[in-house]
């Protein structure tokens, strides 16, 4: 079973829509939850950290992390056609291996005007 | 906003070759680290770097790999024998700290082709 799993899409949403991405994981000793986004080319940008199990909300964006089920997901709201770009789920242990991340293989996010 | 600065932006070698990959982290920054992405895989961890150590590696990071900070501003991937294989994006990224919660900054990636 892969560490982190994550439905590589594409997802084409038109604009406006709700988006939902989802990342399910296998080792129950992560405790931090990222997204970032990927423009083509580009390297990574932090969108949203989460510590544990809850729910973060950042404008048009909110995390959720269920530890329960190893789940975590992505909403985005009224989504624009500069969302469009690659989301990838990330992990960490935490401690002292927290900057060792263990990445999703990315949704590739399109959103049409 | 401060940012991770990487160059070349893109190197083809031939194999057997060396290579440097050089990073500038966010200049207050204390923890660095090496990631690749190999063409339509995952980003993958390659090493974190702390006070002129290495703190953890992953097993992509054989004795081929090397990192180095020479100065206080640089940080840089040495790969001494290229493979085919080790073509990919490397990301340096770096974080003032290890603390939990700490923003890890990438930069734009350096593509290498081995040929």
């Known amino acids: 079973q892969k560490e982190v799993e994550q439905d590589p899409g594409p997802l084409s949403v038109p604009e406006g829509a709700i988006v939902s991405l989802n990342c399910t994981y296998s080792?129950?000793?992560?405790?931090?939850f990222m997204w970032y986004r990927q423009y083509s080319r580009k390297g990574p940008e932090l969108l949203m950290y989460t510590y544990s199990s809850g729910n973060k909300e950042d404008g048009r964006f909110t995390a959720q992390v269920d530890k329960s089920s190893k789940y975590i997901s992505l909403f985005i709201r009224d989504s624009q056609p500069s969302d469009s770009a690659t989301y990838l789920c990330a992990m960490s242990v935490g401690g002292t291996s927290y900057g060792k991340l263990t990445f999703g293989q990315g949704t590739i996010l399109t959103v049409h005007p | 906003e401060p940012e991770v600065t990487q160059t070349p932006s893109h190197q083809v070698t031939q194999m057997g070759q060396e290579v440097i990959l050089r990073c500038v982290p966010i200049?207050?920054?204390?923890?660095f680290y090496w990631y690749r992405q190999i063409l339509g895989q995952k980003v993958e961890f390659l090493v974190s770097?702390?006070?002129?150590?290495?703190?953890?590696k992953s097993e992509i990071f054989d004795d081929q790999f090397s990192v180095e900070r020479p100065d206080g501003s640089n940080f840089t991937l040495k790969i001494r024998s290229t493979k085919l294989e080790d073509s990919a994006m490397y990301f340096c990224a770096s974080s003032v700290s290890d603390i939990s919660g700490n923003t890890i900054y990438f930069g734009e990636g350096s593509w290498l082709t081995v040929v």
């Open positions: 770097f702390y006070n002129n150590e290495i703190s953890e």
């Open positions: 080792n129950s000793a992560f405790q931090y």
């Open positions: 200049s207050n920054h204390l923890y």
